[in-house]
């Protein structure tokens, strides 16, 4: 599957109905904002763009989020933020009859979402739930993941909040939920029936369902949507799988490399050095007779190393112009890279340049 990036005639804010729209990573890092990402947010919602945010974060409650981000000077209801906590319980509620017992491994919020379903909340496998739900806060000890262990031992159905193995935090990268469910699978052997969070698309259908207006129930059309967010294997992989439109951001985990060698199921629809690239039109990226790619002013192509011939050696990724911030550079790369792939060629062998090239 060939997967290219697209181009806009006009800034993303106006091109797309709503933003679906990451926060760690993308608007904050731990309690710390990213940098340009409040004011590009209150600029995109003057252009008519409706924000809805949506993370993996199973921990804290729409309203604490809500008011974090109210300190950035966003205008922000808790009905804006959806958690994996909001997916996850009502994800289970469809599974298992109302009043049935489940065994919540989570923070405060995932245990309120739980109960407001209609489901009894319950601490331990000698309670025989039905179900279990996973999640993640700092304060998780072992001895609440043995008692979810035991549970999906003696039969309950394991769900989890999300599958992020990392999460940034204000020191660096820290072990994320992901990590924790590793744990029980590797005690229990089984894996979870199903995850609310991203890679999944089923955060984005229920954020684009609670976006429609009045009383609308119909959720706003996936082609006015747009998947924001800075992990390829989580926000762009979600997007991707729901056949929503996406844009990846180089303020959190990834980075250009990682963006070359992006397999299909991985490959966004628009890149930003950041959420400035909300308000800004995107470049097409056309490839030339030459065999090269460009984009703007920039232009990136495959040699043959040592003037050899194609298949006798190793290949060169050769970047020109990087253009003002490196973006164009790196979406012609991009492209080259891309295409490179989906000609059967292996990707590995060529030598790519710094992140200093695309001004990272």
């Excluded at 549970?151 to 999300?162: D, I, L």
């Excluded at 684009?208 to 926000?235: E, F, M, N, S, W």
Aim: charged content about 20%; overall charge negative.
């Amino acid at each position: 599957m060939t997967v290219m990036l697209k181009s806009t005639d006009k800034a993303i804010a106006e091109a797309y109905r709503l933003a679906l729209l990451d926060l760690d990573g993308v608007v904050y890092r731990g309690k710390n904002p990213v940098e340009h990402a409040a004011d590009s947010i209150r600029a995109a919602e003057h252009a008519g763009m409706t924000i809805e945010y949506t993370t993996n974060n199973s921990s804290r409650f729409q309203r604490v989020v809500a008011e974090q981000l109210r300190g950035f000077g966003l205008d922000v209801e808790p009905h804006q933020v959806i958690t994996s906590s909001v997916v996850a319980a009502r994800m289970v509620a469809r599974h298992v009859a109302h009043g049935t017992k489940v065994l919540v491994l989570g923070a405060e919020h995932l245990r309120e979402e739980v109960s407001r379903q209609g489901l009894v909340v319950v601490d331990s496998a000698t309670d025989q739930p039905q179900a279990v739900i996973q999640g993640w806060y700092p304060q998780m000890s072992w001895e609440q993941m043995a008692q979810v262990s035991y549970a999906v031992e003696q039969g309950a159905t394991y769900f989890v909040t999300n599958r992020d193995l990392t999460i940034p935090r204000e020191l660096g990268i820290a072990p994320g939920c992901g990590s924790m469910i590793q744990a029980v699978i590797n005690a229990t052997g089984v894996e979870p029936v199903a995850s609310a969070g991203k890679p999944e698309s089923a955060m984005y259908d229920e954020a684009r369902l609670l976006a429609a207006d009045g009383d609308d129930t119909q959720p706003v059309a996936k082609a006015d949507c747009l998947a924001i967010g800075d992990r390829l294997d989580t926000d762009i992989e979600a997007g991707n799988r729901g056949g929503y439109d996406s844009l990846a951001v180089l303020t959190g985990v990834t980075n250009p490399h990682e963006l070359m060698l992006a397999p299909a199921h991985l490959r966004p629809t628009y890149i930003a050095a950041d959420l400035r690239g909300l308000l800004a039109a995107q470049p097409s990226v056309t490839r030339m007779t030459e065999g090269s790619w460009t984009c703007g002013g920039a232009s990136a192509r495959i040699v043959p190393q040592s003037g050899g011939k194609p298949g006798d050696g190793g290949f060169t990724l050769s970047v020109g112009d990087r253009g003002a911030d490196g973006m164009d550079a790196l979406r012609a790369a991009c492209a080259a890279m891309w295409a490179f792939a989906d000609d059967g060629c292996d990707a590995s062998r060529v030598s790519l340049p710094d992140d200093a090239a695309f001004g990272r």
